[in-house]
Nanobody
């Protein structure tokens, strides 16, 4: 069965770093586009960063460019979001998600598999 399990969330002060991880299992991870999404309370879910399966190309929402880095380790079925210079507006539940290669790997693509999320709070 498919599992995506996020970890690394927590409470940090503005300006600080935080690293989120996603452990994937139950599907052909290396063939999937992977992404990080976030949803503040009462707001819509937003695509934060995606990384493609074939060439490892990435895309980021404008508000995190230069601060966040998405990466993947296909040998470990692992996805990472390295966040720096965190701001209060980064506060949200962060989700790991996967999309098969049949779909376009983009911030607004409809991802198939989702984790339960990990909370990031910046004060």
């Amino acid at each position: 069965h498919v599992q995506l399990v996020e970890s690394g969330g927590g409470s940090v002060q503005a300006g600080g770093p935080l690293r989120l991880s996603c452990a994937a299992s139950g599907f052909a991870y290396s063939s999937y586009c992977m992404g990080w999404f976030r949803q503040p309370p009462g707001k819509e879910r937003e695509g934060v960063a995606v990384i493609d399966s074939d060439d490892g190309s990435t895309d980021y929402t404008d508000s995190v460019k230069g601060r966040f880095t998405i990466s993947r380790d296909n040998a470990k079925n692992s996805l990472t979001l390295q966040m720096t210079d965190l701001k209060p507006e980064d506060t949200a539940m962060y989700y790991c998600a996967a999309l098969s290669a049949d779909g376009r790997c983009g911030l607004r693509s409809v991802f198939q598999f989702w984790g339960q999320g990990t909370q990031v709070t910046v004060s």
